[in-house]
């Protein structure tokens, strides 16, 4: 990299003491970004070159560790520093996207939330720091590490204590690994007045990293309020480090926070609880309500909005972050873990669970309404957004790329028609300048056209955030017509549901409907739908199809006997056997035919990508040590700066190990990332062997793909990578973790100086093949 040489900043600042940046850089670089895939400028192109320089159109920006310039929405700030000699410092930013530090992607702080505190070794000399900025300000300045290894005190993920519960606790405490090695034997041993002395094994910190810990801890005393926890952070049994935490006990019937494991990332998230307000011998189950925050709340102040009831506990998921996913990719599995979660531990009625939220909950109440129409027997968006197309500036594209095609689960429109048996409450306000009305107002004329039990409110006068009702909770989400509706919706059983009217983008995001499932599509990604309709006594299914290729019924809707009629897409399928465990599996190459159930090999429900689903099912991320001193410098930065994203946008904390010390035993079942090549990384060719698409003799390419894990029924295999040095690098900034954005099950690339050029890109059949 040919960086320029230009102003220092002064490495005689005491030891303690933070080291301000005085002077930066500012400017812009053309490009093509928004909500998309592909997304690329003149800087991240050359920096994947290894060419860039100082434009000579940049202008210089005095400041004392703050700046601010219109420059910086949506462009870049330069920095050097100068270091006496080689050591860790804190990197401290604010406001910007990510930075490349000496060349490597380091994760930004986006949101300004002020706890992102990277360590980074300093060179001796120069040091090169470049800054992605996009709302026009930025804060940057080193501290020196408070030790080798510690803890944090920002960023906590903890539960409260309920009086009279004795069940193990989950906690989360980021730590810091400020050195160039990687250190295990980690422990984090949970103490205190009122606590069990608890010790947790943890897992190793890679170099120069930083990583959200899981821990255990347990409640010895009923005793209400606030107590004092000590963790200490213990390498080799011995202390290094030590935070002491507040942590509340509360009653059973206060609101409160819970903390669960995610099957995402075996990370500690959690979610906030208003419980139910009913007799102690009431012992009917309660109906749940979910409830989605809107941008930048916090989970427990979105419960904190509502008064509690009689009737229903009420739980308000995190989205893994105040802004999060939008309630979509990660964000929409959260609020399903956490729904899953609430409905055993609370033991509610699983016919009574409802869906609301407010503002970008609003949208999130669209998307998972639609998408699991089965869930919830009313939903009630609040303030809400349609989608990244109406609201987000997102354009519908005229012709669907594999790569909309993969996002095609944020169209909620294509869904609406999911919405049909299920209560609707819009509510909105008239006078809401965030969210314009028109976004109710459209819902409500495309559901008027076939639903008949939608209601819409809009509050005249009224913004985005109001409350103007004497009664506890904030009526622009506790409105009590909502809540109405709510107590007389039920989910049907399934044995009553005789007529099923079902879309789904993908099986993979949605496949069933009480007894239907879509176990695969005919072309992936593009809309499904299966009309049926069950006649119990004549003991048959006749319907229509589109885009199906397997199909499952679970014949709970019709009156046991010897045989079953099917009529699909005008073909009819009679005496059919019944099934010896209730379920009828159909698959359609020519004409339908009844088939036993497709083998866990196929792409299925559970397993079918796209590519971004290959984060989660407790990914671990292995970075290749088998190619030049560069590839591996890559291949690890690039593991480190994906593990670092997701950390920051997701409250995530993914596994991170070399491709020498990866055990697949060790990792069962788990979906494995794979960054490089077949010469760079050791684990690519025992993994993906040859039925990977071929790239390497594409120069330059970029490669990004799955596979199906071989020795796994439902693991996958990602490879983030390319044919060279140039081709890896330039997948650094594909913003794969970002909300709408959409990657086919395969793309191969190549970054130019007009953006990127798609070499291939699509999805496979259902065998797992090229097609």
Same mark, same amino acid.
């Given at each position: ?15 303690? /003491?933070? !080291? ?11 490009? +093509?970004?928004?909500?998309? *895939? ?7 192109? /050359? ?37 006496? @000699? ?109 606590? +069990? ?12 990293? !930083? ?15 606030? @107590? ?8 080799? +049994? ?31 998230? =959690? #979610? ?42 009420? !739980? $308000?998921?995190?989205? @893994? ?53 089965? @869930? ?29 095609? *993969? ?24 006078? %809401? ?15 008027? $056209?076939?639903?008949? %039990? ?11 955030? #109001? ?72 003991? &048959? ?64 429900? &559970? ?15 292995? #970075? ?22 997701? =950390? ?18 060790? #990792?069962?079942?788990?979906?494995? !990332?794979? =960054? ?46 390319? *044919? ?39 999805? =496979? ?7």
């Amino acid at each position: 990299m040919r960086w320029v040489t230009g102003f220092v900043v002064a490495a005689t600042v005491a030891f303690g /003491q933070p !080291i301000e940046i005085k002077e930066v850089w500012v400017g812009t670089s053309q490009g +093509r970004g928004g909500r998309q *895939a592909l997304t690329f400028d003149q800087v991240q192109t /050359q920096m994947a070159r290894g060419v860039w320089t100082l434009p000579s159109d940049w202008k210089q920006v005095q400041g004392d560790g703050t700046f601010t310039d219109n420059a910086l929405r949506n462009g870049y700030a330069y920095a050097v520093v100068t270091s006496d @000699r080689a050591r860790a410092v804190i990197l401290e930013a604010q406001h910007h996207n990510m930075v490349y530090v000496n060349g490597e992607p380091r994760m930004g702080d986006p949101y300004g939330w002020g706890f992102v505190k990277l360590p980074i070794k300093l060179r001796v000399g120069q040091n090169h720091l470049l800054f992605a900025c996009a709302r026009g300000r930025l804060q940057a300045r080193f501290t020196e590490p408070l030790g080798d290894v510690y803890l944090l005190g920002d960023d906590l993920t903890f539960p409260d204590i309920v009086s009279g519960e004795r069940h193990a606790l989950s906690g989360a405490i980021v730590a810091i690994n400020a050195t160039d090695r990687a250190v295990k034997g980690i422990e984090l041993i949970a103490s205190g007045r009122g606590f +069990r002395r608890t010790v947790s094994r943890a897992t190793e910190l890679q170099p120069l990293s !930083i990583r959200k810990l899981q821990f255990n801890f347990a409640s010895s005393s009923n005793e209400l309020g606030e @107590r004092i926890l000590k963790i200490e952070l213990a390498v080799n +049994r011995k202390i290094v480090s030590t935070q002491e935490v507040k942590v509340r006990c509360v009653n059973r019937t206060d609101n409160h926070r819970r903390t669960f494991i995610s099957d995402i990332d075996e990370s500690v998230q =959690y #979610y906030a609880a208003n419980p139910i307000q009913n007799d102690p011998g009431d012992y009917r189950p309660p109906a749940l309500v979910l409830s989605l925050h809107g941008a930048g709340v916090e989970a427990l102040g979105q419960a904190n909005a509502y008064s509690s009831k009689s009737w229903a506990t009420l !739980i $308000a998921p995190t989205n @893994r972050r105040p802004y999060g996913f939008d309630w979509e990719d990660w964000g929409r599995l959260d609020a399903i873990e956490a729904l899953e979660h609430a409905e055993r531990l609370y033991r509610t009625d699983p016919k009574r669970v409802y869906l609301t939220g407010h503002s970008m909950g609003g949208h999130g109440t669209w998307h998972l309404g639609v998408t699991f129409p089965d @869930r919830f027997a009313a939903i009630a968006p609040c303030a809400g957004w349609i989608s990244f197309f109406s609201y987000g500036g997102a354009r519908r594209p005229d012709e669907l790329t594999p790569f909309d095609r *993969a996002a095609s689960a944020s169209d909620t429109m294509a869904l609406l028609h999911n919405l049909r048996p299920r209560g609707v409450y819009i509510l909105h306000g008239g006078a %809401d300048s965030t969210v314009p009305p028109r976004e109710a107002r459209q819902m409500f004329e495309a559901l008027k $056209a076939f639903h008949t %039990d939608v209601a819409y409110h809009e509050e005249e006068g009224q913004g985005h955030w #109001y409350d103007t009702d004497p009664e506890p909770g904030a009526n622009c989400v506790d409105w009590a017509p909502i809540f109405e509706l709510f107590a007389r919706r039920t989910i049907p059983d399934d044995r009553s549901v005789l007529e099923i009217d079902f879309r789904t983008a993908a099986p993979s995001v949605s496949s069933r409907m009480h007894w239907l499932t879509i176990e695969s599509q005919v072309k992936p990604f593009e809309t499904t739908r299966v009309a049926i309709k069950a006649s119990p006594h004549l003991r &048959s299914i006749e319907g229509t199809t589109e885009n199906a290729h397997v199909v499952s019924f679970a014949l709970d809707a019709l009156i046991r006997g010897p045989s079953v009629t099917i009529s699909l897409d005008g073909q009819k399928l009679e005496n059919v056997s019944w099934p010896s465990d209730n379920r009828l599996y159909l698959e359609k190459t020519d004409q339908w035919r009844v088939v036993s159930r497709p083998p866990p090999e196929k792409k299925n429900p &559970s397993r079918s990508g796209p590519f971004k689903d290959a984060f989660r099912n407790r990914a671990v991320l292995v #970075y290749g040590t088998m190619g030049t001193l560069e590839e591996n410098a890559w291949s690890f930065a690039k593991a480190r700066y994906d593990a670092e994203q997701f =950390y920051v946008r997701g409250n995530g904390s993914f596994d991170l190990v070399a491709d020498r010390d990866f055990r697949p035993t060790e #990792y069962k079942d788990r979906n494995v !990332i794979i =960054y490089g090549n077949r010469t760079t990384n050791s684990v690519y060719t025992a993994m993906v062997g040859g039925k990977a698409p071929s790239y390497e003799d594409l120069p330059n390419a970029s490669a990004l793909f799955i596979r199906p894990r071989a020795d796994s029924n439902t693991a996958l295999i990602a490879v983030i990578g390319g *044919a060279s040095l140039q081709g890896m690098k330039a997948t650094d900034r594909l913003p794969y973790f970002v909300s709408g954005t959409g990657y086919p099950d395969y793309a191969i690339l190549r970054l130019g100086d007009e953006g990127w050029e798609t070499l291939k890109a699509g999805f =496979y059949n259902n065998d797992w093949k090229l097609d």
